[in-house]
């Protein structure tokens, strides 16, 4: 449920090389993609609010903890609101269950005629490792040309020294621009930088 609300605040959510940069900034290195054994229900919308709650099972004998995750978002004409909260799967190693990790959102996003402009500020706590991490992701699409211009924005600062910062929790920054051209439902032509 976490992951799902990027699509709102990041114009390439999952395009190529920059969405792969910019959600390590999204997920803040707590939140997953998917999550599976789980259960989720979701809300039937009202008066624009849509809320959705989730719960993984941990399936384990030996004692993990389970994902859980809650999701908000309002919509009111151009504006929109997002927020959500993540706490994934933690398995035990070796007999020791790790101390449970957390991730929190919110988002919104605004459209001014062909415009959209969007912001969000993640935070994670990775307590088995008692550091914090933050990030702030920009992004903008503007309709031109029969297609669709966007840039994002993002950056993750994490509190680990560098000699235990890895992939996931280093500190990054990304830029990224690009266009995407619908030549029909099944197919886009798009070029992207960063």
Same mark, same amino acid.
């Given at each position: 449920?976490? /992951? ?18 910019? %959600? ?6 707590? +939140? ?6 789980s259960v989720t229900y979701s809300a039937? %919308? ?5 809320? +959705? !709650? $989730? ?13 859980? +995750? ?7 004409? /151009? ?20 101390? $449970?990790? /957390?991730?929190y959102m919110a988002g919104a996003a ?24 933050e990030a702030y992701t920009v992004g903008?699409?503007? /309709?031109? !040309? ?16 560098? +000699? %235990? ?19 029909? %439902? ?9």
């Amino acid at each position: 449920l976490y /992951d799902d609300l990027s699509e709102e605040i990041d114009p390439f959510r999952n395009d190529g090389i920059v969405g792969d940069f910019s %959600k390590l900034a999204w997920r803040v290195n707590v +939140a997953n993609s998917r999550i599976s054994n789980s259960v989720t229900y979701s809300a039937p %919308k009202m008066a624009g609010l849509e809320l +959705a !709650g $989730q719960y993984g099972f941990d399936e384990q004998a030996t004692g993990g903890h389970s994902a859980f +995750a809650l999701s908000a978002k309002y919509e009111l004409r /151009d504006l929109v609101l997002i927020a959500a909260y993540d706490r994934p799967l933690v398995l035990p190693a070796a007999g020791v269950t790790p101390a $449970q990790s /957390d991730a929190y959102m919110a988002g919104a996003a605004y459209r001014i005629g062909p415009v959209r402009l969007s912001a969000s500020y993640n935070y994670g706590d990775l307590k088995a490792e008692k550091s914090k991490l933050e990030a702030y992701t920009v992004g903008a699409t503007l /309709d031109l !040309g029969g297609g669709t211009a966007k840039a994002v924005y993002s950056r993750l600062n994490s509190e680990l020294p560098l +000699a %235990k910062q890895t992939k996931k929790n280093r500190d990054v920054s990304v830029t990224g621009i690009g266009y995407d051209y619908t030549l029909s %439902k099944r197919t886009t032509l798009y070029v992207l930088g960063m």
